[in-house]
């Protein structure tokens, strides 16, 4: 069923060569996805290495059983659930935080006003609320601050009014397609060659499956269970989460000063920023949708 929708890893070498500094060591895939950096990680492994990795979708799951290799294994969990490793014991985190092609282009995975599917937007739809449902019941206020703060849309209170009224008329949105027409008909100036309902759906997606939150507890995470020397490897493919990360390596790139203790020693700083690398135009011109991508790279120090 999933080969009709074929997905391309972004920034494959880039990322594994970023990574991957000792053949032996320990890894983590902290999204899995359709598995390309997994897959290459593993080539480049030596005997006594190990990848572990993470994904809440049960279809990222099910691929990665295909991987008939012992030094490789992977958990039912979203990303943040790398806090529970040792401390200090992995050699490499990685985090591509795009959505898969197979999750954007099937229509039953409700991600996409480009094809009519249920309203789910869910990673792992076996659990919590559907967006269907949070917006068969948030109210204007709730549904304008997740569309302004998670899809930057500046329309945001028109919106969540429009959907309000649509819900009050004709009942809860069903499809993604009444949600984007609906979006389409409140929007009146978008960029050029942006679909109207792009940071809707942006918002909503990220809602419904608290990425945010979700990035910022497993980079707290990250810093504690890589052993020194081990790297951080982050791809992002919208502002808010390079936002995030690019702040949160900044604040690890420095030396923590206690103003309420004036003459206690700094805390040591815990990264050293090593690079940020975008897409090659060769690769975005045979794959659009990494254009947007940014991999920044982070490496522990020994303190």
Do not use: C
């Not at 109210?139 to 304008?144: G, N, P, R, T, W």
Request: charged content about 25%; cysteine-free; proline content about 5%.
């Amino acid at each position: 069923m999933e080969g009709k929708w074929q997905h391309t890893t972004v920034l494959l070498n880039e990322a594994v060569e970023a990574l991957l500094t000792k053949p032996d060591g320990n890894y983590v895939d902290a999204t899995f996805g359709r598995g390309g950096h997994s897959r290459l990680l593993l080539s480049k492994l030596a005997p006594g290495g190990r990848l572990l990795a993470f994904d809440k979708d049960p279809e990222a799951v099910a691929n990665a059983s295909t991987i008939a290799d012992a030094r490789f294994s992977i958990r039912h969990e979203g990303f943040s659930a790398v806090s529970e490793l040792p401390v200090a014991s992995v050699t490499g985190v990685l985090m591509d935080l795009g959505v898969s092609s197979p999750q954007i282009d099937n229509p039953a995975r409700g991600f996409s006003f480009r094809g009519e599917g249920p309203l789910d937007m869910r990673m792992d739809p076996t659990r919590g609320q559907s967006a269907a449902q949070w917006l068969a019941t948030a109210s204007v206020e709730e549904m304008a601050e997740v569309i302004r703060d998670y899809g930057e849309e500046r329309f945001a209170v028109q919106i969540a009014k429009a959907i309000a009224a649509r819900r009050q008329e004709r009942g809860p949105f069903a499809t993604t397609t009444e949600l984007a027409e609906l979006v389409a008909r409140t929007v009146k100036t978008r960029e050029p060659g942006q679909d109207p309902a792009t940071r809707t759906f942006q918002a909503l997606r990220i809602f419904v499956n608290a990425e945010l939150e979700e990035l910022q507890q497993a980079l707290e995470a990250s810093v504690n269970i890589l052993e020194p020397f081990g790297r951080l490897v982050v791809i992002s493919f919208h502002s808010l989460e390079d936002r995030i990360v690019k702040q949160f390596i900044a604040k690890h790139s420095r030396e923590e000063v206690d103003r309420r203790v004036p003459f206690a020693q700094p805390k040591a700083m815990k990264l050293n920023a090593v690079a940020r690398v975008k897409p090659s135009a060769e690769e975005v011109a045979a794959n659009p949708r990494s254009r947007s991508a940014i991999m920044r790279v982070a490496e522990r120090t020994a303190a």
